[in-house]
Structure formats: structure tokens, C-alpha cells
T-cell receptor, first 114, second 112 residues
Framework: KQEVTQIPAALSVPEGENLVLNCSFT??????LQWFRQDPGKGLTSLLL?????REQTSGRLNASLDKSSGRSTLYIAASQPGDSATYLC?????????????FGTGTSLTVIP | EPEVTQTPSHQVTQMGQEVILRCVPI?????FYWYRQILGQKVEFLVS????????KSEIFDDQFSVERPDGSNFTLKIRSTKLEDSAMYFC??????????FGPGTRLTVL
């Protein structure tokens, strides 16, 4: 069974700092990987999706990379802002077909201090 | 921008009662999902639904759970006889293909 781990569990940084969140998974035969943010008591907002054939994806100040062979992904956030404070979740799916079953990590809780 | 909606936002029920959680996926999406998140734990996959049938389900999705797409817009999750351990946030998601999944805001289910 696919296991997804995220390190660190919590991170606190001053505003303006660049930061990296880490995600690792045990089964490298993934179909795609998706990064989400979750605000307290709220749903999940999709940030970036990386297909297994891709190495990275960028959206604004966010850059996600994927190294399938080593079972790792990173989410890079540039010039962090207080509004970036949230829990960031990594999820991987292991097979295509009629619907992807995503396996989630426990998340990294990010606090950006003004 | 289209979004997934869920009702109710919070449902309180007595143990043993049936509950139905409702979702309206994004209109042109073809794949539908239910996930749950017990407080303080990981988001867990329950079931995926495509072409009017279940395509995958997890070991959590036992006989007390069922899903239905009763019309062209709604997607429901029914729990027949709720247990205390069913208390969780339930998320509905949809996708156009086997790619980006868009999540609703969730329904918090509290079983007393």
C-alpha cells in the first residue's frame, strides 16, 4: 500500500522567506501527484498537479518538482506571505483507469509571520 | 469559476441513524469521489464513481456505505446506520479526467 510522508509537520517562517516542503512516497509507480492547501475547517484547494512523466510544474510563486525514482516531491514557495499560512497536503495516485485513488500525506502546517 | 458544492455543511445525528450527504460536482466533470478526514488524521479515499457505477472503493467503504447519482447534477453518499467512528469531515471531489481533482468544502458529520 502506498504510504505518503510529509516533512516537516510544521514550519514557521518570517514573511518574504523562500521555503521548501517535502513529500515522500513508498511506491514509485505513481500516476500523478497533486499538491493542495487546506485552510482550517475548510476544503482542499488544488495548487499543482504533476503527471508521472513530468519533472516539475509552476504556478505563480509555487513550483513543484517530482523525482519518481527516489519517491520524492518538493513544493517551493517563493517570497512567502501571511496569506500562505495553511496546511499543505501532498497526494499521490498509483494507477489510472476509471478514477484516481489518491493517497494523502498528513500535511505540513505553515505559518508565515508578518 | 465553477466549484464543487456540498450540503449540509454540518450534520449531527444519533448513532444508528441513516444520513445522506449531498454534493453537486462541477457540471462537465465525469469522475466523482468521496473522501473523509477524521479530526487530526489524513484525508482517506472512500470511493470513486464513473459512468454511473463505482470504479474503485477502499476497505473503509463497507456495506453500510452507498453512493448514488440520482440525477444529472447530484452525487450522494449514504451511511445506513451511523457509528460513533463515522464522525469526520466528508469531502466530495470531481474531475474531468484522471487528473486534477477539485474538492468541495466538506460536510462535518457528528455522530452522537
Amino acid at each position: 500500500k502506498q504510504e505518503v510522508t510529509q516533512i516537516p509537520a510544521a514550519l514557521s517562517v518570517p514573511e518574504g522567506e523562500n521555503l521548501v516542503l517535502n513529500c515522500s512516497f513508498t511506491d514509485s509507480a505513481i500516476y500523478n501527484l497533486q499538491w493542495f492547501r487546506q485552510d482550517p475547517g475548510k476544503g482542499l484547494t488544488s495548487l499543482l498537479l504533476i503527471q508521472s512523466s513530468q519533472r516539475e510544474q509552476t504556478s505563480g510563486r509555487l513550483n513543484a518538482s517530482l523525482d519518481k525514482s527516489s519517491g520524492r516531491s518538493t513544493l517551493y514557495i517563493a517570497a512567502s506571505q501571511p496569506g500562505d499560512s495553511a496546511t499543505y497536503l501532498c497526494a499521490v495516485s498509483t494507477r489510472p483507469g476509471n478514477g484516481n485513488q489518491f493517497y494523502f500525506g498528513t500535511g505540513t502546517s505553515l505559518t508565515v509571520i508578518p | 469559476e465553477p466549484e464543487v458544492t456540498q450540503t449540509p455543511s454540518h450534520q449531527v445525528t444519533q448513532m444508528g441513524q441513516e444520513v445522506i450527504l449531498r454534493c453537486v460536482p462541477i457540471s462537465n466533470h465525469l469522475y466523482f469521489y468521496w473522501y473523509r478526514q477524521i479530526l487530526g488524521q489524513k484525508v482517506e479515499f472512500l470511493v470513486s464513481f464513473y459512468n454511473n457505477e463505482i470504479s474503485e472503493k477502499s476497505e473503509i467503504f463497507d456495506d453500510q456505505f452507498s453512493v448514488e447519482r440520482p440525477d444529472g447534477s447530484n452525487f450522494t453518499l449514504k451511511i445506513r446506520s451511523t457509528k460513533l467512528e463515522d464522525s469526520a469531515m466528508y469531502f466530495c471531489a470531481s474531475s474531468l479526467g484522471t487528473d486534477t481533482q477539485y474538492f468541495g468544502p466538506g460536510t462535518r458529520l457528528t455522530v452522537l
